[in-house]
C-alpha cells in the first residue's frame, strides 16, 4: 500500500507558523481518528510529538498542534523557533493489512 | 522513563538472517506493544511489525514471509529476524515500544544500522 503523502518540504522564518499536510484515505487518515506525528533530527531516533488526530504526549510544547480534515491530517507548529528544524513524520492505522502506515516525511527549514 | 536499545551486527551478507535484539529498561515489558520499525538511508519510516508478550504477532504484509518477531519476558527483550536479506533491507533499525494502541510509538531505542553487502 502507498505511503501517506507529505510536501517534501516546508520552511518558515522564527516566529512564525507552519502547517504540514498529510494526505491519505478513507481507509486510513480519512477513517479513523489514529493519526500520530514524528519529529526526526538528523542522526537521532524520531520523537511522538501528536497522537490520536490533536493529543500531545506529556513534555511535547504546545506549540505543536494537530488536526484532520477529510482525508487529510495536518501538523501546525506555531512560533517557529530554530530547533524545530528538523523531518517531520505522519503516521496513520490502516484498515488493510499494513495496519499502519508513515508519510514519506517533510524536511522542515527554519529560515 | 522507558529506555530502548538495539543490539547486533552491523553488517550481514546476502541471502543470510539479519538478527537484532532490543533490550527494555525501566519498564515492564509486559506493558507494551514490542515493534520494530527501519529507516533506509535517506528515506522514510516502514513499519515491520509487533510482538507482544502473550506472543501475538502482526507483521508487514510486505515482509510477512521472511520476518519473525519474538519476545523473552525473562530478559526483558524482544527480537527481531528477518531471513533472505538482499541489499534492499540496509537500513537503520528502530526498536519502538506502543502503549495502548499498536500505532502510536512512544518511545523509540536510538536505532542501528544495518548494512547489508558481501
Known amino acids: 500500500q502507498s505511503a501517506l503523502t507529505q510536501p517534501a518540504s516546508v520552511s518558515g522564518s522564527p516566529g512564525q507558523s507552519i502547517t504540514i499536510s498529510c494526505t491519505g484515505t478513507s481507509s486510513d487518515v480519512g477513517g479513523y481518528n489514529y493519526v500520530s506525528w514524528y519529529q526526526q533530527h538528523p542522526g537521532k531516533a524520531p520523537k511522538l510529538m501528536i497522537y490520536e488526530v490533536s493529543d500531545r504526549p506529556s513534555g511535547v510544547s504546545n506549540r505543536f498542534s494537530g488536526s484532520k480534515s477529510g482525508n487529510t491530517a495536518s501538523l501546525t507548529i506555531s512560533g517557529l523557533q530554530a530547533e524545530d528544524e528538523a523531518d517531520y513524520y505522519c503516521?496513520?492505522?490502516?484498515?488493510?493489512?499494513?495496519?499502519?502506515?508513515f508519510g514519506g516525511g517533510t524536511k522542515l527549514t527554519v529560515l | 522513563q522507558v529506555q530502548l536499545q538495539e543490539s547486533g551486527p552491523g553488517l550481514v551478507k546476502p541471502s543470510e538472517t539479519l538478527s537484532l535484539t532490543c533490550t527494555v529498561s525501566y519498564g515492564s515489558i509486559h506493558s507494551y506493544y514490542l515493534t520494530w520499525i527501519r529507516q533506509p538511508p535517506g528515506k522514510g519510516l516502514e513499519w515491520i511489525g509487533y510482538?507482544?508478550?502473550?506472543?501475538?504477532?502482526n507483521y508487514n504484509p510486505s515482509l510477512k514471509s521472511r520476518v519473525t518477531i519474538s519476545v523473552d519476558t525473562s530478559k526483558n527483550q524482544f527480537s527481531l529476524k528477518l531471513s533472505s536479506v538482499t541489499a534492499a533491507d540496509t537500513a537503520v533499525y528502530y526498536c519502538a515500544a506502543c502503549g495502548y494502541l499498536t500505532t502510536v510509538f512512544d518511545y523509540w531505542g536510538q536505532g542501528t544500522l544495518v548494512t547489508v553487502s558481501s
Open positions: 510482538v507482544h508478550y502473550s506472543g501475538s504477532t
Open positions: 503516521s496513520s492505522y490502516t484498515s488493510s493489512s499494513t495496519h499502519v502506515l
